[in-house]
């Protein structure tokens, strides 16, 4: 499940009258006064990017969003706009004078224009309904849009002389997503057209009546649409399945608008698993999308599809090669084509290049180094190949980098923590290979403490990590931080087990039906391997994780065999046939399981595999943490867990969120989540 991964976003305390001076480690605190940079744009002349910059205040659990723009040459950024309300969503005008974005004006987010050095700001919108994104087309002539519309009742619908009544009423699957219920609305696209610099007209709903959701939920953006370069269509994914049909299908489709005469055509019909995040090529003759060939199966391999229009002619770009991609985009001059990639335990950019004579030279990785590059744009203009791109690390938070030539010289654009890290010690991140049970080479990221002494024995972290199909890379979380787990005095083991992306396919296939089997087996050879190590302390060894790695930390209380001391678990499923009787995206839990619990027979993972299923093993104090609005795994898979604690008189805490879903977002709330996690492993080991 790519969408029970950890996606690094919970907020960090600072306390009031910390000094910057005094801080000397990556802490809680430090990290919430980090800034982070948002969405960017490259001009389209090739000359800057545009930038979101996020900051944070603690005492009003709130944050603030201002726009920066900085030459892609490098130089000093000059901030846009400095104002009280959050400005997001940048976008350049097709001449690369003005850029527009959206802001909140009497709770509406309308849509606004300045000049890119901030002057001659003015509001072109009047929508009477906000909006959550928008893209220019390629002339200027339009803009594209995503609102929601109502399409569907609700219970106040149906019966209006009961006003004050607070249920609802489903008659189908998906009656709630990741962490909303259904109220009868969708996400739809529209289109509207730009006069004298002013939205003119009515706009145009290119869904008009259909009961989907387009960009697709749950996390879908404008990226998952692309105008061709005449302005003509617009192509976009779609999951065309209506309500149960849906929760047990992962068959979104390419669909192709044409804004003459409103009429669609589904570009995927024969592929039957996701056909995501298309692009049209710079001259208007090509389309590439991403897709996964196996229904049901959201961590299939990902490849990289083209459509010809002159001759009517799909292929597959990647078929010969083992790799699985995302995020496409075109070189300026459409000879390239760029994707992101997992490979050894990073993040990087991939390269395929039309104009290539040799295979090798035709595929094969941009950028490399122990890094992730993260979201990334060609920059047009320019004599050499050209990106910008976000780039971090297990030690380095987000910044934006200028990507140039053949061999990606990297040069960073940005230092918008430059000031708060200068005086601050990191630890070593280092890259061990450890032998699994069945003889293969497992990637071990180890991450030392600061000013780590090797004659000293230190407590270790094995970090699990969610997904299941979700890569250890060089990520940085703001969170779940290996530095400042490190920083409190332990060292991190942090596997690349069974089941993740960037060691080739089989590698991430071999978790589904075996969630407790080989990929457990990995977790124990990364901890026995380390443990030996002269410096950890073999009797003083904990185990943390969320989503699949919150299972995972169930699933070892009940089968370590006495290697752990101390286990949390965040979000984790502890009872697979709960998990697949209160989950929402039925596809998930049917490929992952091999089937629904009542099958006969009932699929192996049931009963061999269902951390619930061990509980006369548990004797291990466990900290397990939860929020109510995690529909993606229910508040009461952690429920359960700690009753089984408390029942069994095993220490145990529970941390429950009422307003927290899948991921921890409100800044208080994470503050409150690191000090319990780090008090809990402080407490038990």
Known sequence: MRKLLIFFSGLIFWSAGTSLLAQTTYTPELLWKLRRITEFQVSPNGQFVVYGLRSFELKENTGNTDMYVIPIAGGNPVKLTDTPESEFNPRWTSDSKRIGFLKVKDGIAQMWEMDMDGANLRQISQWQQSVDGFEYSPKGNFVLFSRSVKLGQTAKDKYPDLPLATGEIYDELLFRHWNQWADGTYNHLFIQRIQDGLLAGDATDILQGEPYHAPPMPHGGLEQCSWSPDETQIAYACKKLKATESAQSTNTDIYLYNISSGKTLNLTPDNKGYDTEPRFSPDGTRLIWTAMQTPGYEAD??????????????????????????????????????????????????????????????????????????????????????????????????????????????????????????????????????????????????????????????????????????????????????????????????????????????????????????????????????????????????????????????????????????????????????????????????????????????????????????????DTPILVIHGDRDFRVPVNEGIQAFTAAQIKKIPSRFLWFPDEGHWVMKPQNSVLWSRVFIDWLNKTL
């Open 301 to 618: 391999k990902n490849r990289i599809m083209m459509y010809v229009f002159a001759d009517d002619v799909r292929m597959d770009l990647t078929s010969d090669y083992d790799v699985t991609l995302s995020h496409p985009a075109w070189s300026p001059d459409g000879s390239i084509i760029y994707a992101q990639i997992p490979t050894g335990g990073t993040e990087q950019i991939f390269r395929i290049n039309f104009k290539a004579q040799s295979k090798d030279d035709k595929m094969r990785l941009f950028t490399q180094g122990q890094f992730n590059y993260g979201s990334f744009q060609p920059v047009a203009g320019s004599s050499v190949e050209n990106l910008v791109g976000m780039r971090m690390s297990m030690t380095d938070a987000p910044e934006l980098y200028r990507i140039e030539g053949a061999n990606a010289r990297q040069a960073k654009l940005t230092q918008v923590n430059d000031d708060i890290l200068k005086n601050v010690k990191t630890g070593n991140v280092e890259k061990r290979m450890v032998k699994t049970t069945d003889g293969k080479d497992m990637l071990v990221w180890v991450i030392y403490p600061p000013d780590f002494d090797p004659n000293k024995k230190y407590p270790a972290l094995l970090y699990c990590q969610g997904g299941p199909q979700s890569q250890v890379s060089q990520f940085f979380s703001y969170r779940w931080n290996f530095q400042m787990m490190a920083a409190a005095g332990y060292i991190i083991i942090a596997p690349n087990r069974r089941g993740l992306p960037g060691f080739g396919q089989k590698w991430n296939d071999d978790i589904g039906e075996d969630w407790g089997g080989q990929a457990f087996r990995d977790y124990l050879s990364a901890t026995d391997s380390i443990s030996k190590l002269p410096f950890v302390d073999a009797n003083r060894l904990g185990a943390v994780g969320a989503s699949y790695g919150g299972y995972s930390v169930y699933w070892l209380a009940g089968n370590h065999n006495g290697r752990f001391k101390s286990f949390i678990s965040h979000c984790g499923v502890f009872n697979l046939e709960s998990m697949y009787g209160s989950t929402e995206e039925i596809f998930f839990t049917e490929r992952e399981m091999g089937g629904a619990y009542w099958e006969e027979p009932q699929p192996k993972s049931y009963s061999a595999f269902s951390p619930h299923k061990f509980l006369k093993n548990w």
